[in-house]
């Protein structure tokens, strides 16, 4: 069983940075891949970034790729998203998964999801 935690959200105005966390407890942490979706009111979750078990892979979605950075400390068995150059429409609940192995995903199938932290963009 692995628990996630996320914390970092909270409003920015549009052009603004965040950074969310998300601490890892319960398992060894790099034993997995870990992964960032987010949620808007009325619409289907979607994937963000994902990175793999080492760090030395990642993957992001289009629309906040060159914005958005993920990263992560093994030794702190945490693992970050850096947003900058926000936008209105980056509005959402935002959540991190674990998937066991050591690859990274892009789709659904992570075994665990953290509660979510909201951001707001205002424009």
């Known amino acids: 069983q692995v628990q996630l935690v996320e914390s970092g959200g909270g409003l920015v105005q549009a052009g603004g940075s965040l950074r969310l966390s998300c601490a890892a407890s319960?398992?060894?942490?790099?034993?997995?891949?870990m992964g960032w979706f987010r949620q808007a009111p009325g619409k289907e979750r979607e994937f963000v970034a994902a990175?793999?078990?080492?760090?030395?892979?990642?993957y992001y979605a289009d629309s906040v790729k060159g914005r958005f950075t993920i990263s992560r400390d093994n030794a702190k068995d945490t693992v970050y998203l850096q947003m900058n150059s926000l936008k209105s429409e980056d509005t959402a609940v935002y959540y991190c998964?674990?998937?066991?192995?050591?690859?990274?995903?892009?789709?659904?199938?992570?075994?665990?999801w953290g509660q979510g932290t909201q951001v707001t963009v205002s424009s």
């Open positions: 998964a674990a998937k066991r192995g050591p690859d990274l995903s892009t789709t659904y199938d992570y075994n665990y």
């Open positions: 319960g398992r060894t942490f790099s034993m997995y891949a």
């Open positions: 990175i793999n078990w080492s760090g030395g892979s990642t």
